[in-house]
């Protein structure tokens, strides 16, 4: 575990509680607090921790209008509480808000060592402000100084400057719980002996202070050394030496109370801390095994989709074989009926062409036949022919003999023409 002193003294100033037992010191020093003004209070958690009682009556005081929005908010509920947005110095003028990224450290003053002790806050904007002195404000509030008996400050190194801007009101206060420095972390701010010198001048003495967070600034408690009775102002009766001797081993005991608190809440905060790892351990292993169980189901949807797919494969491979046996029957079958029906057309083509052959045959015998009849024809016709001739040349026989010879001609000659012609048309 770090060091928790070394973890302190980087942790930059007005966002922790404070560290000096208010309520002890009050009651140590015999005051009850009956009214309290707080200048920079940010929030207002750490005022609210004093659990001071309904009748106090309290004026909290903000230059961050976004501060005063939160205070306002967080003091709903007290009645007797005011809330004021002001920019407090020792004169009623305009200032500048140099705001930054952690709100509770901005300040009226520019940073000088601050900034080497805390770089990671940076300066983000700067607004200007009217500035009032804390008894003009009050005065404009129709406030009487006299109500309040405590003033708490914690406004980044302007805590002189609000003190010298409230005479009237230091005549009234009995005690005074501030910032102080022991380094000039702001320009112009003053260091805890100017502030000491200051406060002597009212009769205020400081009794406490503490470091808590980093040695260039702590918290301070002063208590006017004259206390108020119905006679008046009276001077505090110096402790004696054993009173001294209880009183500085009351105040370790309280900073050993405060070490063990502190220490109690870090283990606290670590056990929550702790707890709420192993809660957060215990949820990321339901994760994960929610995941894995959520793995686990996929890749047996995955075996399953790969068995699926295998046995579509496979079923896929079998109506492939059986597709091309059958398209190979089926082919093969045609291919045979086609060869028997090739062949049986061949045969026809032969026989056909073996008919064609003797119709060939038979019809250049016709055709010889045909020019060997014609020729006899042609021959007929030739005697026929000359037989005219030589008709026409011989003088006229008796007519009875002429006729019955022409007409035995003429009837063998019609006779071998019908012949010839029966047998063409027969061919």
């Known amino acids: 575990m770090p060091n928790s002193l070394d973890n302190q003294v980087n942790r930059p100033q007005a966002t922790l509680s404070m560290k000096l037992n208010f309520p002890d010191l009050c009651q140590q020093h015999a005051i009850t607090p009956r009214g309290i003004i707080s200048i920079g209070a940010y929030d207002g958690k750490t005022l609210k921790r004093l659990n001071l009682p309904n009748t106090v009556k309290i004026l909290v005081i903000d230059a961050n209008q976004s501060a005063v929005e939160r205070l306002q908010e967080n003091f709903a509920d007290r009645p007797n509480t005011q809330v004021v947005q002001a920019a407090i110095a020792n004169h009623n003028d305009t ?3 140099h705001l930054t990224s952690l709100q509770s450290s901005s300040s009226i003053l520019p940073w000088k060592q601050y900034s080497e002790i805390y770089p990671n806050i940076k300066e983000i904007q700067q607004l200007t402000l009217s500035s009032r002195t804390l008894d003009t404000l009050l005065e404009e509030l129709n406030l009487s100084p006299s109500d309040f008996n405590i003033l708490i400050l914690d406004i980044q190194g ?8 409230a005479t009237q009101l230091l005549n009234t206060l009995d005690a005074i719980y501030t910032n102080v420095y022991y380094q000039e972390l702001f320009k112009g701010g003053a260091l805890a002996e100017q502030v000491d010198q200051f ?15 980093h040695p260039a600034w702590g918290e301070a408690f ?27 081993t009351q105040q370790e005991l309280e900073t050993l109370q405060l070490q063990y608190q502190e220490t109690l809440g870090t283990l606290e905060q670590t056990q929550d801390q702790l707890q709420q790892q192993a809660e957060n351990l215990a949820e990321l292993e339901s ?8 793995l686990e189901q996929s890749q047996t949807q995955q075996e399953q989709l790969q ?12 109506s492939q074989t059986q597709l091309q046996q059958t398209q190979l029957q089926q082919t093969q079958k045609e291919s045979d009926q086609s060869r028997s029906e090739l062949h049986e057309v061949r045969e026809e ?11 060939q045959v038979e019809l250049e015998q016709y055709v010889a036949k045909f020019h060997q009849q014609k020729e006899e024809i042609t021959k007929l016709q030739t005697e026929l022919e000359q037989t005219k001739t030589q008709l026409t040349q011989v003088q006229p026989q008796p ?29």
């Open 95 to 97: 200032v500048t808000l």
């Open 158 to 165: 302007s805590e002189l400057l609000a003190l010298e801007g």
């Open 199 to 213: 406060l002597t001048d009212y009769q205020f003495q400081r009794v406490a202070e503490e470091t808590p967070y």
């Open 222 to 248: 002063y208590v006017r050394q004259t206390v108020r009775t119905e006679d008046g102002l009276l001077p505090v009766q110096p402790l004696s030496p054993t009173s001294q001797l209880l009183q500085e």
């Open 287 to 294: 994760q994960r095994d929610q995941i894995l169980a959520e």
């Open 307 to 318: 068995t699926q797919l295998q046995q579509t494969q496979t079923d896929l491979k079998q």
């Open 349 to 359: 083509l032969e026989l056909t062409q073996f008919q064609l052959d003797e119709v």
């Open 399 to 427: 007519e009875l003999t002429v006729s019955t010879k022409s007409k035995s001609d003429n009837a063998a000659i019609v006779k071998l023409l019908a012949k010839v012609l029966a047998e063409t048309l027969e061919d």
